[in-house]
């Protein structure tokens, strides 16, 4: 269980072992809080999705079946080819979240001072050492890394990466080791720094995104459009539809009951 206090003690945050928060107002009991990557959740990806692992199962079909190779095989290695192949997009989505993992760690105990080393992993090692190429090449004066968020306006909840002066601005910053960064990062730096301000009446000045590229250690660094609250809005759209998908399913349930 890990536990956050905010906005000076009266909030009271709770993540269980399944990611599931709770929070509690002044004392009050607890009630579920969804996060910002849920509520990001909601927007459709479905068709991108499906597209992306069509293209990692023909990937490893090409690897496993070359051209030019005569192939003969009992039926415990059909299956076993088989399991492998549908897998595929299972295994790569894993390797990524364990990759994107050992970076943020990384680049948290950097941030801190602390003695950080290299990972062993090359691809994990590419992204670290393009953060620290980013670093190299801008002024950045930490002021929070991996905080925990909550608003108590609009009741969600989050962790921003990075909060700092950089180049001389406030900014709020999400790390991606993607292989791009996309648009709903506008939502979800937003989502964040809005919380920020509300909790604790500071004003972010930008948002922006860095991607550390696994391949070849170089780095992305956009500052975002000045367009907070446009995307706020759209983020508070989907929230909306989070809620009322949530209790379209609990109606159902009752109904067919």
């Known amino acids: 269980m890990n536990e956050y206090n905010l906005y000076d003690d009266t909030v009271f945050l709770t993540m269980d072992r399944n990611h599931v928060y709770r929070a509690a107002l002044d004392g009050a009991k607890k009630l579920h809080v969804p996060n910002v990557t849920t509520i990001l959740g909601m927007k459709d990806k479905s068709r991108a999705m499906m597209y992306w692992q069509q293209t990692c199962i023909k990937e490893e079909f090409e690897k496993q079946f070359p051209v030019g190779q005569t192939f003969k095989m009992d039926e415990i290695q059909r299956n076993r080819a088989i399991d492998t192949i549908a897998s595929a997009a299972d295994n790569i ?70 909060v700092a002066t950089i180049d001389g601005k406030l900014t709020s910053l999400d790390f991606k080791t993607s292989k791009a960064i996309y648009p709903e990062t506008f939502l979800q730096v937003s989502a964040y720094t809005e919380a920020l301000e509300e909790e604790l009446g500071i004003e972010i000045e930008q948002r922006a995104s860095l991607r550390c590229d696994k391949a070849d250690a170089s780095y992305e660094y956009l500052v975002f459009p000045d367009e907070h609250i446009r995307d706020f809005e759209t983020f508070l759209s989907l929230l909306r539809l989070y809620h009322f998908d949530k209790q379209a399913k609990k109606e159902l349930k009752e109904l067919a009951a």
Not at 105 to 116: S, T
């Open 93 to 162: 989505s894993r390797q990524a979240r364990e990759i994107g993992s050992l970076t943020h760690n990384y680049i948290e105990l950097r941030l801190a001072g602390g003695d950080a080393h290299l990972p062993s992993h090359e691809e994990a090692r590419n992204a670290c050492q393009a953060f620290n190429n980013w670093l190299g090449d801008h002024d950045v004066q930490v002021m929070f890394t991996e905080r925990m968020c909550f608003s108590k306006r609009h009741w969600y909840c989050g962790t921003t990466d990075l």
